[in-house]
């Protein structure tokens, strides 16, 4: 099982604050079950970090998880690295965003912005998808069911072809997701799940909504399936 989305990296954005907190979060997820996980910082073109800063503190970041994980010799999942890149308008004009892909895949994780739709939003999708040569994952659609239309987000999942939704397993927790699923599928896009995991004290909730998809059987799609 992989989980798709989650900031257990220390000290790169508001998740795991030091590298304690990044171990605890590793061994609750091979607790979980996940034999692969994504470590997805957030990435905010706005505030001005260049890519190649932002993936140095990346790798480093990973690095002194591995090492102290090794040292402390606990079981963690693979750790792959990939961002969860803020949708701006404009940063498809961005040189190498596709370095931010999801380690080893053309997929980049979009998160679409929180102050409702925008018309810019889809042609940007669609401009990062064809000035780079990427396949957007859109990251927790299921945040955006109250603050979009249905119109609106058929306008997002559908700008570019081959698009992936990524759904975190908090929605399992709130209300009954099988209608909004079956709207997704008429689609026809894949659909993945993350944790989005950003610091230990998020574990029980994590746990029951885990607990729930699997109850109902849910599909879990990995993106390394295969590998
Ligand atoms: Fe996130």
Same mark, same amino acid.
């Given at each position: 099982m992989t989980d798709h989305h989650c900031h257990l990296l220390p000290q790169i954005d508001d998740g795991a604050s030091d590298v304690n907190d990044s171990l605890e *979060?590793? @061994?609750? +997820?091979?607790?979980?079950?996940?034999? $692969?996980?994504?470590? $997805?910082?957030?990435?905010?073109?706005? *505030?001005? *970090?260049?890519?190649?800063?932002? $993936?140095?503190?990346r790798r480093s970041a990973l690095r002194s998880v591995l090492t102290e994980a090794r040292q402390s010799g606990i079981m963690i999942p693979t750790l792959r690295l990939g961002a969860e890149v803020r949708l701006e308008?404009?940063?498809?004009?961005?040189?190498? +965003?596709? &370095?931010?892909?999801l380690e080893g895949t053309n997929?980049?994780?979009?998160?679409?912005?929180? $102050?409702?739709?925008?018309?810019? /939003?889809?042609?940007?999708?669609h401009n990062v998808a064809a000035v780079h040569g990427v396949r957007p994952v859109l990251a927790h659609i299921n945040r955006y069911w109250k603050k979009y239309s249905d119109a609106q987000l058929e306008a997002v999942i559908t700008s570019v072809e081959g698009a992936v939704?990524? +759904?975190?397993?908090?929605?399992?927790?709130? /209300?009954?997701? &099988?209608i909004r699923l079956r709207r997704l599928e008429r689609y026809g896009c894949p659909i993945i799940y993350g944790t989005d995991l950003h610091m230990p004290s998020e574990f029980s909730r994590?746990? @029951?909504? +885990?607990?729930? &998809? @699997?109850?109902? @059987?849910?599909?879990?799609?990995? /993106?390394?399936?295969?590998?």
């Open positions: *979060i590793c @061994k609750f +997820l091979h607790e979980c079950g996940f034999d $692969t996980v994504l470590c $997805t910082p957030h990435y905010i073109p706005h *505030i001005g *970090i260049s890519l190649n800063e932002f $993936t140095e503190q308008q404009g940063i498809s004009q961005i040189s190498r +965003l596709d &370095a931010l892909c997929l980049l994780l979009l998160e679409l912005p929180y $102050t409702g739709f925008q018309p810019w /939003i889809p042609d940007e999708i939704v990524q +759904l975190n397993y908090e929605c399992f927790g709130f /209300i009954p997701p &099988a994590v746990s @029951k909504n +885990l607990r729930r &998809a @699997k109850s109902l @059987k849910i599909p879990q799609l990995s /993106i390394y399936r295969g590998r």
